[in-house]
């Protein structure tokens, strides 16, 4: 039986889990809670004796940092990124695609078109859902091409994808897919209906909620994807998913609330910072984070500070660190930014890449409004 102090639900929350279950099933392990099936997703940070500055802050007491010193990782983290997009490892480069998306790195968009060919499921879907947020059009035509895609999943990630690019009767095929009996097909295409912006999208997704044949995963996409779109509603049962004796629901209900991002879902978030584990009070310091919110930091520091990945396994060390990495790029300040440079030297590629998204974030945040 799964114990319910231990988080099993190894996932880096850079990506929907339901992607990187399309393929890879050797190399992919986690815990289901009631099947109790091992499907792996994990990713991860170590100590830094030198100081960098943050974000969020003017001055270190150890030095002046300015957002410079910020932007002088930069290439770095390019670096690490653009090596990540044609890494041998399908799952580095989903990451990678991930994080070009999320902080709107254009300049590596020719590389992530080239992806739209790759031979991994996750990798093309990872990549035509990067060419609809970016809206990136010199793609449109290769786009179009993957509307035949020989896997539904990428099909539609492109019809996504042809949609922000122009073709909005494209949704209609990601309307279509929310009842499809392969319930990797129906959790995506819930991803996408939430990213879609489109609030006619709710039926369906309360439908697939609420479907007896939906399974866990279609469950929390539809329900973040309901949160995504603004519908306070669905507040009651993230609430439900906060409180779970399962610390992977409430990851998952941690990320939701994010998404959702009311006063509300805040201060629910503010009662995971004390959580008995390490990685749900890390998931919700980089929630808050991305609310503008600074409460967690605390929690991020105490990883180094009270040395709190002492004695983890290999596995889970990634896994603390790249949740680690992810916060610290969320909330941006100089007692936590100062960790950067070591991550992005750290031996695990999945923490060079997080540690790489940060960089970016960070940038992000300095940049003119």
Known sequence: MKNAKVLNFKLWLLAPLEILQMTLKPVIRVWHKREGFLTELAFSFAFLSFTVFGCNESLWTTGRLDSTSINDLVPEATRIIREGLADDNPRVRAKA???????????LMPKVQWLLSDESVPVRFLAALTIGDIEYSLAKNKVAQLLRDQDENVRVAAAYAAARLGAPDSLKLIYKAITSKNQTVRANAALLLGKSGDK?????????????????KV????????ATLG???????????????????????????????????????????????????????????????????????????????????KEGLERVNVLTALAIGQIGTAPLTKFLPQLLEDESKFVRVAAAKAVFQCTMKNRPR
Do not use: C, H
């Open 231 to 313: 519908d306070e509603r669905i507040y009651t049962r993230l609430w439900a998913m906060l409180i779970s004796a399962y610390a992977d629901d409430r990851v998952m209900g941690i990320r939701a609330m994010g998404a959702l991002g009311t006063v509300e879902a805040k201060n629910a978030l503010i009662t995971k910072l004390d959580d008995d584990i390490l990685e749900v009070r890390l998931a919700a310091a980089e929630q808050l984070g991305m609310l503008g919110e600074t409460i967690g930091e605390p929690e991020v520091l105490d990883v180094f500070t009270k040395n709190l990945t002492a004695g983890l396994e």
């Open 219 to 226: 469950r929390f996409q539809a329900a973040e994807a309901i």
């Open 200 to 216: 006619s999208a709710l039926k369906p997704l309360y439908w697939a909620l609420r479907d007896k044949d939906s399974d866990d």
């Open 97 to 107: 695609v991930e994080v070009v998306a999320t902080t709107e790195q254009v300049i």
